[in-house]
Antibody
């Protein structure tokens, strides 16, 4: 069965960087894109970007351009999301979400990771 | 960016009620519309894609409709496990955007 297992909670100081990992299993890793979505306390869901695990190409939301980097390691079926220059507003639960076959044009989200809480506090 | 407006932002309903949530896109998105359910402390769960197609394993009490700019999610007979927050999402254009959410509470 498809599983996305994320790394644990992190506490970071303002200005620092954080890296969240998402290990996929139960399917062919390079066949599906992976998205990242976050939910800040009291807020709704926010899309951050997507990575194509086949070649590593990425598309980021304009809001995060210059601060977010998504990468992948095909040998371990793991995607990574690094967010830099952290501020208090980045405190949120970050989710990886499988979305859309690489071979197709659809971007339907189906399986979600369990979420990783990132707290930014001095 | 495409703005997704959900209404209502919250509602109170009883077990057995039929509930309808609406979602409006600021521009046409064809049928590239999904619905998700999120319970406190849990990851979102994918319910519907393509405006009206159920994800695998999702019970048929959930249904979706619409195309273009106006969409609805209907829960035919609300059960205790359905009390949650529901989000719509457009995936027609980057950046993908979500509605603000509808919290379904017990009356």
């Amino acid at each position: 069965q498809v599983q996305l297992v994320q790394s644990g909670a992190e506490v970071k100081k303002p200005g620092a960087s954080v890296e969240v990992s998402c290990k996929a299993s139960g399917y062919t890793f390079t066949n599906y894109r992976m998205h990242w979505v976050r939910r800040a306390p009291g807020q709704g869901l926010e899309w951050m970007g997507v990575i194509n695990p086949t070649g590593g190409s990425t598309t980021y939301a304009q809001k995060f351009q210059g601060r977010v980097t998504m990468t992948r390691d095909t040998s371990t079926s793991t995607v990574y999301m690094e967010l830099s220059s952290l501020r208090s507003e980045d405190t949120a639960v970050y989710y990886c979400v499988r979305g859309g076959a690489v071979a197709g044009t659809s971007s339907v989200f189906d399986y979600w990771g369990q979420g990783s809480l990132v707290t930014v506090s001095s | 960016d495409i703005q997704m407006t959900q209404s209502p932002s919250s509602l109170s309903a009883s077990v057995g009620d039929r509930v309808t949530i609406t979602c409006r896109a600021s521009q046409g998105i064809s049928n590239s519309l999904a619905w998700f359910q999120q319970k406190p402390g849990k990851a979102p769960k994918s319910l519907i894609y393509g405006a009206s197609s159920l994800q695998s394993g999702v019970p048929s009490k959930f249904s979706g409709s619409g195309s273009g700019t106006d969409f609805t999610l209907t829960i035919s007979s609300l059960q205790p496990e359905d009390f949650a927050t529901y989000y719509c999402q457009q995936y027609n254009n980057f950046p993908f955007t979500f509605g603000g959410g509808t919290k379904v509470e017990i009356k």
